[in-house]
């Protein structure tokens, strides 16, 4: 009998209650019917996992050690371990953070599956490497210790019985020498062989870990990789020689010829770099002359923000006009969006998914554009949101100004949740000017937060923590105005672009503000700037509306 007709009367949908379920959303531990899994997915702050039902995997709860009867599915933040519902409520977890098991879980088994795949992928084979390297030392031991034996007996050949000591003597110390030489490299096998074994059994119980699905043992996993990428010293040992000398019977122990000593050196092991600090972009030399490659016309009066989607199709959006546009690089509209207000969005940004970010000033929110449906993420209270970011953790960075364009400020959210503020320095004083310019921002791949500050003359970088790094107060050389940054955007080598707006010319500098070079391009206005993932310039000229698309690398 088909088990989904034999449920019919108990299985029904965990939402509405009344339909039949279809679906297990493995995140949130539910069960959907066809109808409900879109409303499900609707709340967009949540990575939801929705499987067919039949396809579900069961979770193994722990059951709690202080209440037998009830299961473990909360997570104390600072006890770091599962808890119960009647845990949470009692005194003894009062004012402690306290997430959903499921969350745990998910990150605890994602940083499981990196431990395993950096373990079986790039430091076990280095141990492998090294023990084979040590093997493959070992192997012309026997020629280079027994060609320095042959030496031996050829002077002692000349010498006869004057020199039969001697000869006894340097045999007996090279034999020596032979022995600590292999028994330092023994030594260091079995070094190198105990930690691969270790390796092994850490992988095994990673492997059980994940394949048991056990909430418990997963939760309080702590990993061992930081230990193992400091690789075993390596002993480097060199042959002796022997340097023979013509026979002088009153100098005969000196004209035989003296053995150098065995020298052994143990170098310290390398530490291997993280999965992550490897993958690091390949090195791109900036361009003498950048050059033009595409003019895109927007239709717009004049242009305020662009923000690219692929290498050749890019978001553009106008503060007079109330509808973003998804444009090509021959100037075809794509599609046309209007806000959910009416009125004019002040920035705009694509996230990692490919969706559209806005802010609107007008009624202080942060909307994202999911398959042509507005959303509202963010409504502020007593501030207006001005530009926005997305960044590579998939958060949102928006500057901000108060209502009275007093103090202004960077604030990270993850979906509609506030994680940082970045307001003030170590002194506190204001990082931002008060003003009602809009603060442009960019976050660089090294995660330093960069802010355009118009008032200031400054760009103001502020590492991920908040911490002031440098201000960039332009370069000197000839412009007709002072420096005036708006724009700003990042690339894979870290650079810093920022468009100097009122000079008509983009600002190049590296990580730690060194200013590198200018591009010109013969452009006008330049205000808005973003670059796509082949590190193409896209530049949002204000007065001509039009985007350029320029190579500068």
Request: hydrophobic content about 30%; charged content about 25%; some cysteine.
């Amino acid at each position: 009998m088909d088990p989904f007709r034999r449920a019919q009367i108990i299985l029904l949908c965990d939402l509405c209650k009344t339909a039949h379920l279809q679906s297990h959303c493995e995140r949130c531990d539910i069960n959907l019917c066809q109808t409900c899994v879109g409303k499900h997915l609707s709340d967009s702050s949540i990575r939801h996992k929705v499987v067919l039902y039949k396809y579900r995997k069961s979770l193994n709860y722990s059951t709690c050690p202080h209440h037998a009867d009830e299961l473990c599915k909360h997570y104390c933040e600072k006890c770091d371990l599962p808890v119960c519902s009647t845990c949470v409520s009692s005194s003894k977890h009062k004012g402690h953070d306290i997430s959903d098991i499921l969350e745990k879980l998910s990150s605890k088994t994602e940083s499981l599956q990196k431990d395993l795949d950096e373990l079986e992928t790039r430091i076990y084979p280095r141990y492998e490497e090294m023990a084979s390297d040590v093997q493959t030392e070992k192997a012309p031991l026997e020629t280079n210790y027994g060609e320095l034996t042959t030496i031996a007996d050829q002077q002692g050949e000349i010498l006869h019985r004057e020199i039969t000591a001697i000869v006894n003597q340097r045999k007996s110390d090279i034999q020596e020498m032979k022995n600590k030489h292999l028994s330092t490299l023994n030594k260091n096998t079995e070094e190198i062989t105990q930690k691969m074994a270790e390796l092994k059994q850490i992988m095994s119980d990673l492997k059980s870990i994940l394949k048991s699905n056990d909430v418990s043992l997963t939760s309080t996993y702590k990993s061992r990789n930081s230990e193992f990428r400091t690789l075993p010293p390596k002993v480097r040992v060199t042959v002796p020689s022997l340097s023979a000398q013509k026979i002088n019977k009153d100098q005969l122990n000196e004209m035989f010829g003296s053995l150098s000593p065995l020298s052994i050196n143990t170098e310290h092991g390398d530490t291997m770099k993280s999965a992550e600090a490897v993958s690091s972009p390949p090195v791109k030399p900036l361009l003498d002359e950048p050059r033009v490659t595409a003019t895109i016309d927007t239709g717009y009066r004049q242009l305020f923000s662009v923000s690219c989607l692929s290498e050749d199709q890019v978001w553009t959006c106008s503060q007079l006009n109330n509808t973003m546009k998804l444009l090509n690089l021959q100037s075809e509209l794509l599609t046309s969006i209007q806000t959910k207000s009416g009125d004019t969005p002040t920035d705009i940004a694509v996230t990692r998914d490919g969706d559209l970010v806005y802010t609107d000033d007008s009624n202080n929110t942060v909307n994202l554009i999911k398959n042509k449906q507005i959303q509202t993420v963010i409504t502020l209270q007593g501030w207006r949101p001005l530009s926005v970011c997305s960044t590579a953790s998939d958060d949102l960075l928006v500057t901000m100004d108060s209502d009275d364009y007093k103090p202004s400020k960077v604030v990270r959210y993850s979906g509609s949740t506030e994680k940082q503020s970045i307001q003030f320095d170590d002194q506190g004083r204001p990082l931002y000017s008060s003003d009602a310019y809009i603060k442009y921002l960019s976050e660089n791949k090294n995660l330093d937060i960069c802010v355009t500050d118009q008032s200031a003359s400054a760009v103001v970088v502020v590492n991920q923590s908040g911490k002031l790094r440098f201000r960039y107060t332009g370069h000197l050389s000839n412009t007709k105005q002072s420096f005036k940054p708006v724009g700003i955007t990042t690339d894979s080598q870290s650079h810093i672009l920022t468009a100097d707006r009122h000079n008509d010319r983009i600002h190049i500098l590296d990580q730690d503000g060194q200013f590198l070079r200018y591009i010109h391009c013969d452009l006008e206005s330049p205000l808005g700037l973003c670059v796509d993932i082949r590190d193409n310039l896209f530049v949002a000229e204000c007065i001509t509306a039009k985007v350029k698309k320029i190579q500068y690398l």
